[in-house]
């Protein structure tokens, strides 16, 4: 008897998993079905449960394909889903693991959409040559959009945050609906002829397609593009996009992202502001300082070139030179007095040696000569003595002696009345010493 043979349940899953994963069948398979306990898990995966009337199925969407769902689902919803089955071996469980959502029955409306988009792309509605810049500092902002929506509010408290300068003008529009379409574009040519905005702000709060159609209805998109005035499209969430989203000169994620867009951040203002203030007053300062180094270079070069300073140099050097010449002028008077002086004292004691040694002669030659001799001598004697007499008249020194003088002003020989004034002081320097006098009177010869 052939021996049986027991699998183990790991091993039963795992040939489970193998022939879900090898079935091509079980891959992209595409399913409509209501959503379920649906959970929406903090790292973004999309946990569900799929149904019909008769049957469920467990889902799984993880965060990657999560996020490119354009609507916001809820249990109830029915959707179309594309997914590849799969076993959990560790559980022994199968479940859809889906890639991509949408609402049942908006199948046409992408198909509408997309030949729109087409359709204006072709026509250039799309091309960036026609986008307007926005303005940098707004004073009002057109908003169009629902009077009693969310987006209205988001807007309001975003600028007033950034930018409370601005001032905001609503042009209430309906956003949903029949009638929508119609109402947005003309809210856009009604903000256009007031002329009052400086940019708006076209949208609304998400939804699904359906709920958004109006932005994606060819007249709203050929007003947009019509419009002087820039536009920010403001539609739905950030994974929503609409025909409105590609004409409008800028495409925000969301009415609070279009606010933001639409102003300045005044933070940012203030703190660029005192950049600036304060990058200007460094540059003042260094200019300043530039002025000021070259002025005292110029004053500088003014100054070398004055002929008035060129003039008191002139002078300090003459003044200078006078000094100089006075004290070298008394200088040579001092040493010529000296050597005058010196030039007497060896005459004196010359003369006095040459009598003494005549007089020895001669007293000898009168005891040897006779009588006639001596009186030969002592006419010789009388006439030696009278040019020693004569030569101590010529002496420059001995005229002091007779009671001459000389007068000195601040160093300088007095040679001419002309050299002095009234009340002047003046030195007289006599043989024996140095007498201070004032001028009292001046008389010139012959006057």
């Known amino acids: 008897m052939e021996e049986e043979r027991y699998l183990t349940v790991t091993a039963l899953n795992r040939y489970i998993k193998y022939k879900f994963q090898y079935d091509t069948n079980l891959k992209g398979i595409l399913i409509e079905g209501e959503l379920s306990n649906f ?24 965060a990657s394909s999560a996020s490119k769902v354009n609507f916001n689902p809820k249990d109830g919803d029915k959707v179309y889903l ?37 359709e204006l792309a072709s026509a250039g509605l799309f091309d960036e040559r026609y986008k307007k810049p926005l303005p940098k500092y707004p004073n009002t902002i057109g908003v169009i959009t629902s009077p009693t929506g969310a987006a209205i509010h988001d807007i309001i408290t975003t600028t007033a945050r950034r930018y409370p300068l601005a001032r905001i003008v609503l042009y209430p529009a309906l956003v949903q609906g029949e009638n929508a379409k119609e109402s947005v574009a003309s809210q856009i040519r009604h903000a256009n002829e007031d002329g009052l905005c400086d940019v708006l702000i076209v949208g609304r709060g998400g939804g699904s397609l359906e709920d958004l159609w109006a932005f994606n209805e060819k007249i709203v998109a050929m007003a947009i593009f019509d419009s002087k005035i820039p536009v920010i499209s403001a539609v739905g969430h950030e994974v929503d996009f609409s025909i409105s989203d590609f004409v409008a000169d800028k495409r925000a994620a969301t009415p609070t992202a279009g606010a933001e867009l639409a102003t300045p951040n005044v933070v940012e203002i203030r703190e660029n502001i005192s950049e600036y203030i304060h990058q200007l007053t460094k540059n003042i300062k260094n200019k300043i300082n530039d002025k000021e180094s070259n002025l005292v270079h110029i004053l500088n070069r003014l100054d070398a070139q004055n002929p008035l300073n060129k003039l008191n140099q002139t002078k300090d050097k003459l003044d200078s030179l006078v000094e100089r010449l006075n004290i070298a002028l008394n200088n040579s008077i001092i040493n010529n007095t000296n050597q005058l002086n010196n030039y007497n004292k060896s005459l004196n004691l010359l003369l006095n040696r040459h009598l003494q040694a005549a007089s020895s002669r001669l007293d000898k030659a009168n005891n040897l000569l006779n009588p006639y001799i001596k009186r030969i001598l002592d006419n010789k004697e009388n006439e030696f003595k009278l040019n020693v007499e004569k030569l101590k008249a010529l002496n420059p020194l001995s005229i002091m002696d007779k009671g001459y003088s000389v007068a000195m002003k601040e160093k300088k020989v007095i040679k001419s009345v002309k050299d002095v004034k009234i009340n002047d002081t003046f030195n007289l320097s006599l043989k024996d010493g140095t007498l201070s006098a004032c001028v009292m009177e001046v008389k010139e010869n012959g006057k």
């Open 39 to 62: 959970k929406r898990h903090s790292r973004g995966h999309f946990y569900f449960t799929l149904k019909d009337e008769s049957s469920q199925i467990s889902c799984i969407m993880f």
């Open 82 to 118: 594309r997914g590849d089955v799969q076993t959990y071996e560790q559980g022994g469980t199968y479940q859809i693991y889906a890639t991509n959502m949408k609402l049942s029955g908006i199948g046409d409306l992408y198909l509408q959409f997309e030949k729109l988009k087409k």
